[in-house]
């Protein structure tokens, strides 16, 4: 299970995530078993520095960029969770 603290900004550790963002990512990760966090919330700097919009998701802690193992694996669980959301 993902803690908060896999959200944090990789440059400065802020970590303004939303919950409901942990708790989808926690609901892939039982489908697919475990998942990266490679990018959470990121601040205005980090942001910057890898080229991320002016106005990502990512800054107002509603994003995350995960992976895992068997990315299409990921994929199809992603696919789910989205239209079961909607």
Request: one cysteine or more; glycine letters at 6%.
């Amino acid at each position: 299970m993902l803690s908060k603290d896999a959200f944090k900004c990789k440059c400065c550790g802020v970590n303004k995530i939303e919950d409901k963002v942990v708790r989808l990512c926690n609901d892939i990760e039982k489908s697919v078993g475990t998942i990266t966090v490679t990018s959470g919330y990121r601040c205005k700097n980090h942001n910057a520095k890898v080229g991320g919009k002016e106005n990502s998701q990512h800054l107002y802690g509603k994003a995350a960029d995960i992976t895992c193992a068997d990315v299409s694996k990921l994929v199809k669980a992603c696919k789910k969770l989205w239209s079961e959301k909607k």
